[in-house]
């Protein structure tokens, strides 16, 4: 019998960083099942500790979906890439951090990836990953103190989800991103925000804007 791990993806495919400092750069995206403050049903929205995510992050039924042991899943990064430039993935979720791990880095590494992920912040930060996206949420007990960029979903309501909290961090790059929801466009007050507290700068998603996954 074989006891060789497994890591669990909803999905994995090739589009363009649509986020942040990186937005533009063509990426394979490695959307890793599971997070640690949503359980991703609609019944538990109103109960979990992130509440506005829009993400389906359940099981492994996405495009390229399901589980692969560490050479498989690294295998099928590679196999996503379209060959030139610099071959880029990004760990997402679901909160990657709970399966992205050195192993898996390192064989990502090793078939010439550059390897960044989005995480929410709860979890240490592998020290091998080489671009790290932070976005913290409220009453989510952050413990990833620096990175590359620290991307906060604007407006969210809790005192600790200010963005003053954030900004004696060690980050590189401050964003403040429209918190997407229905019924209200939360454009116009971030813009007002980063107009006023210039530290920081609007990260639209620009993958909806044009219509890409
Ligand atoms: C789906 S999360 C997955 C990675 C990780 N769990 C996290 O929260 O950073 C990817 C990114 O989408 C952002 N995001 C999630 N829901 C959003 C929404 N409704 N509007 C804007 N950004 C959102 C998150 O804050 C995060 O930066
Ligand atoms: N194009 C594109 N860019 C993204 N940046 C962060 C995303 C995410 O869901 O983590 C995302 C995504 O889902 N699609
Ligand atoms: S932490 Fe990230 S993946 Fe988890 S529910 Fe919030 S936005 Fe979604
Ligand atoms: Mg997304």
Not at 50 to 64: A, P, S, Y
Not at 93 to 113: M, S, Y
């Amino acid at each position: 019998m074989s006891s060789e791990r497994t890591y669990k993806i909803k999905e994995a495919f090739y589009t363009l960083q649509g986020e942040g400092a990186q937005a533009g750069r063509a990426a394979v995206f490695l959307r890793f099942t599971g997070c640690n403050l949503w359980s991703g049903r609609e019944e538990d929205r109103h109960s979990a500790v992130c509440k506005f995510c829009d993400t389906d992050f359940i099981g492994t039924n996405g495009t390229n979906g399901g589980r692969y042991t560490l050479d498989q899943c690294a295998d099928l990064v590679l196999g996503l890439w379209p060959g030139g430039g610099k071959p880029y993935v990004v760990c997402t979720g679901g909160e990657p951090l709970l399966q992205l791990d050195e192993p898996l880095i390192d064989a990502l590494h090793k078939r010439g990836f550059e390897v960044a992920v989005e995480t929410n912040g709860t979890i240490p930060v592998p020290s091998e990953i080489d671009w790290v996206c932070v976005s913290p949420k409220a009453d989510a007990g952050l413990v990833v103190a620096g990175g590359d960029e620290l991307k906060l979903v604007y407006p969210q309501t809790e005192a600790d989800a200010q963005p003053e909290r954030f900004t004696q961090l060690n980050f590189q790059h401050f964003f403040l991103q429209p918190k997407d929801e229905t019924g209200r466009d939360n454009t116009t007050a971030t813009v007002a925000y980063c107009m006023e507290h210039p530290q920081w700068r609007v990260s639209l998603q620009t993958h909806k804007i044009m219509g890409i996954e």
